[in-house]
Every structure is written in C-alpha cells, then in structure tokens.
C-alpha cells in the first residue's frame, strides 16, 4: 500500500544550527500533512501541519515545506536547541480518509 | 485542559496471557483513536471512534484484539491471547472530530512487554 517514509533515519545538528529533516510520501491523494515530536516515553506531540494548497507554513522556529510535485515534505527547525533533540514524524491523510498514515521518524541529536 | 490519559505506563506479560489498556480522551473530544508503535517506527492505527462507533477498524487483528467505547468517553482496548510480536506502545490519541484536518492529541503510551 502507499505510505509515508523518511530519507533519513537519524540527524546530529549542533546547538544553534538549522535543521532539516525531510519526508517522501506517496500517495497523490494526500491533502493534509502533519509533523510531529516525540520524545522519550511520551506520545507525540503536534508540531506544525500543512494542507495541499499551500506550499508553506511557518510557526514558531518551525517551517514545513511541500513540494507536491515530487511528493516531498520537509521540517526545518531554526536555531535548534537541546529540547530539540526527539524522533520526529511526518504524517498524512489522503482526501476523504479519516487515517493519519505515519512514516518511520527521524531522530534528532542535539550536540551542546 | 488536561491531556489524553491511559493506563498503566507499563505492562509486562507473558505470551497467551491477556491484557487491556484503558484510555481517557480530552473532554469534548468525541474521536478517539488506538495506535499501535512498534520499536523504531511510527505509530498505525488500529481502531478510530466516532462517539461510541466504530469508523474504521481495517487494521484491527480481529481474531485477538478488541476495543470498545461504550459510553462515548473512554475507550478500553484488549489483547487475547497475547503474542510476541504485540510487544508495542500503544497509544490512544482523540480529537475534537474526525477527519482530514484535525490535530490529534496523543496520551503518553502504555509500553506491553510480552515474553
């Protein structure tokens, strides 16, 4: 079945660097998109979302990128700090699906 | 406003055994849903509420997992008998309502060993 996957599966920044953290997906039919943060022993936790009329969101040191035409999703992360430092997922709904499809996640090291 | 609750954190159980995990959506949040996360991967849903309905089950193993949600609030999700490979997180997330576009809350997990 089509699903959401990640390029990398981890990423060592240092503190105060720019991250980027990118996603491939593969269903066409996807029109919402999430990132989320997980952290050790928690549940994860919404970060930034963004729907497929919209190429880009910026929140709080956070902007997601979508690019539809290679199916391409990415988080970047300004002026990372050691909080940073999760495992970080991209998800996606197709239209009219109720499933939030994950992919595998990419963990984040924040290096002092 | 507090978050999603489940219980227990952990739970430890041998193979054939049962087991069930409880969870308390965010009040007002009439979608709850029930993942499954194994180690190294991102959660799948296995079960999705709408009130005390079931909108999609697909992913459900039938034949030895069951949740029910009989009064639209909390949900229970039970494992019988348990196997090897349920050794997982679940989590139980809600949101204010289904579909495309909703942000999902996510409660902290319950990590089930099974040896």
């Known amino acids: 079945g089509e699903s959401v996957g990640l390029h990398l599966p981890t990423l060592s920044v240092q503190e105060g660097d720019n991250s980027i953290i990118n996603c491939a997906y593969s269903?066409?039919?996807?029109?919402?998109f999430i990132w989320y943060k997980q952290e050790s022993g928690k549940g994860p936790q919404f970060i930034i979302d963004?729907?497929?009329?919209?190429d880009k969101r910026q929140g709080q040191r956070v902007t997601v990128l979508l690019n539809k035409t290679v199916k391409h999703l990415s988080l970047q992360i300004a002026a990372t700090q050691p909080g940073d430092s999760a495992v970080y997922f991209c998800?996606?709904?197709?239209?009219?699906?109720?499933?939030?499809?994950f992919g595998k996640g990419t963990k984040l090291s924040v290096i002092p | 406003e507090a978050g999603v609750a489940q219980s227990p954190r952990y739970k430890i159980i041998e193979k054939r055994q049962s087991v069930a995990f409880w969870c308390n959506p965010i009040?007002?949040?009439?979608?709850l849903y029930w993942y499954q996360q194994i180690l190294g991967q991102g959660p799948k849903l296995l079960i999705q509420?709408?009130?005390?309905?079931?909108?999609?089950d697909s992913q459900l193993p039938k034949d030895r997992f069951s949740a029910e949600r009989l009064k639209g609030v909390d949900s229970t999700l039970k494992i019988q008998p348990a196997k090897l490979e349920d050794s997982a997180v679940y989590l139980c997330?809600?949101?204010?309502?289904?579909?495309?576009?909703?942000?999902?809350?996510f409660g902290p997990g319950t990590r089930l060993t099974v040896t």
């Open positions: 998800a996606e709904s197709g239209a009219g699906s109720y499933q939030l499809t």
């Open positions: 009040s007002g949040h009439a979608t």
């Open positions: 963004i729907r497929s009329n919209m």
């Open positions: 997330a809600s949101s204010f309502f289904g579909g495309s576009g909703y942000e999902q809350y």
């Open positions: 509420f709408q009130n005390n309905g079931v909108v999609d």
């Open positions: 269903n066409s039919a996807s029109d919402y």
